[in-house]
């Protein structure tokens, strides 16, 4: 008997949809079509019936998926704009669905943009792609019956976190396979850079819908074994003896043009303890060196030139952590950025003692160059609760800046030594014991532009930077569950 597929689609009308339409009824393998109207719109298209739902990504319209998923598999396509299938593409996901047994395949595809078509490669599910914006593309194949007995499960009520809820439940039950051909093309219309993305999930206009996020994310974890309770690990601050309360630490490599503004709102800094500066120059080659001299004067500077050369950020931050004169507390700053006045260092230790914690992170401003405030703006990261931040952690793309940590904890756990990730390592680490404390006031300022490691990426390093955050999250996740059958 042969293989047979519904295809739901967005509907918004005929014009917009026809072209999908008539592109997927070219396919024998295509038994019905479903288009997914959010509006009262009175077209429709002959052969097509309408499923009316409050949202495509609510919990109503996986049901209404569900209820008419009679085919053996179930194509959602979730963007409004023209899908192109491949060559015999769906009977290629049909085929690697049946021999992996999988539970929804996605694949890899062309962007289509204006007049040009780009490769668009995405990559593997893992055990801890937690994120809500993981990307599979816009064409999700599932197995039916995995479909149904995912949505028997969904009991809460999403208007936003719908198909993400799903995805997960599928996922407890069955494998997500990403296929590694180019099996379509989407029409693309968001056009922004890499580093304009990355803070949709913080924009404060997005809140409602962070909010269903983590309570699907949340669920998910305690149905694997992976959700840790709101319960710490007590520190008592006296392990060590230090020279210094606090040290701010900087790993640079070429930042001629910032790298003396990073200095100066260090040691502009005004405390009630003892505090030094250890600038960790990694074979600069752009004058950053002579820069960092010109501060030889100050006493608190301590500029290090590694004896080794196969170090990143996080094995400069090692460097820096371990040596003699590193302080009990070492607190972040990139060497592209600058604390916004002089009771940040201040603000910052304050709250290891207020909140008892061995990590503190602070709430910073994105700014242009020239330091002129630009969106989103305040990236508070208002998602990190006390009673919830470290799960919700392995949701989220980032913790925030700048970031400060309890030094004899970080000398024990040690930084990965990487240039990407390695902070967000960090954090999920140190949560799986300890509190992370917040200061919610404005206390840095993250200058974008076109030297930020992150401002402007291409696909391939976009990809490489999430397939590791993904392997982060896997392994804390794994750490975790272990933990948990400890008990």
Excluded at 155 to 182: M, P
Excluded at 279 to 305: C, M, P, Q, W
Aim: aromatic share 10%; charged share 25%; with cysteine.
């Amino acid at each position: 008997m042969k293989t047979t597929v519904n295809c739901f689609i967005p509907f918004m009308g005929a014009a917009q949809a026809e072209q999908t339409i008539k592109n997927l009824k070219a396919s024998d393998l295509v038994s019905k079509i479903y288009l997914l109207v959010t509006d009262n719109v009175e077209e429709s298209i002959d052969g097509c019936e309408k499923l009316q739902v409050p949202s495509l990504n609510s919990t109503v319209a996986a049901r209404e998926i569900a209820s008419h998923s009679d085919a053996d598999y179930s194509l959602i396509y979730t963007k409004y704009t023209t899908l192109e299938l491949g060559m015999f593409a769906l009977e290629r996901m049909l085929h690697i669905a049946e021999d992996s047994d999988a539970g929804m395949v996605y694949a890899d595809h062309y962007q289509v943009i204006g007049e040009t078509r780009t490769a668009c490669p995405v990559i593997d599910y893992q055990f801890g792609s937690l994120r809500d914006d993981f990307n599979f593309g816009s064409v999700l194949l599932y197995k039916s019956s995995v479909l149904k007995a995912a949505v028997k499960e969904m009991t809460t009520e999403y208007s936003f976190a719908g198909l993400y809820d799903l995805r997960l439940k599928v996922s407890q039950r069955s494998s997500l396979v990403h296929i590694n051909e180019y099996l379509y093309s989407e029409v693309e219309f968001d056009t922004r850079k890499s580093g304009e993305k990355i803070f949709d999930y913080v924009d404060p206009k997005n809140r409602g819908v962070q909010i269903e996020m983590e309570a699907a994310c949340t669920d998910h974890l305690k149905v694997i074994g992976g959700y840790l309770a709101p319960e710490f690990k007590e520190i008592e601050f006296n392990a060590g003896d230090f020279e210094f309360e606090a040290s701010v630490l900087i790993p640079v490599r070429n930042r001629i043009r910032t790298v003396e503004d990073a200095i100066r709102s260090v040691l502009n800094q005004k405390t009630n303890f003892k505090f030094n500066l250890i600038v960790v120059d990694n074979y600069s080659t752009d004058g950053t060196t002579e820069a960092i001299d010109k501060f030889a004067s100050d006493e608190r500077l301590i500029h290090i030139i590694p004896e080794r050369q196969d170090l990143g950020i996080g094995g400069c931050w090692n460097l820096g952590v371990h040596h003699p004169k590193c302080g009990k507390f070492v607190v972040q700053l990139d060497s592209d950025d600058v604390y916004i006045d002089e009771n940040t260092l201040q603000k910052m230790v304050d709250a290891f003692y207020e909140q008892n914690c061995a990590m503190v992170v602070g709430t910073y401003m994105m700014t242009d160059f020239n330091m002129n405030m630009i969106a989103p703006g305040i990236i508070d990261h208002k998602e990190w609760t006390p009673e919830n931040g470290r799960n919700n952690a392995l949701r989220i793309n980032g913790l925030g800046a700048p970031r400060a940590f309890y030094t004899p904890v970080l000398r024990e756990i040690k930084v990965p030594n990487t240039s990407y990730g390695e902070d967000y390592a960090l954090g999920l680490n140190i949560s799986r014991k300890y509190q992370i404390g917040r200061v919610y006031d404005v206390v840095y300022m993250c200058r974008r532009w076109d030297d930020n490691s992150d401002a402007s990426l291409d696909i391939v390093k976009m990809n490489g930077h999430n397939t590791y955050k993904d392997r982060i999250r896997t392994w804390e996740l794994q750490a975790r569950v272990a933990l948990n059958k400890k008990k």
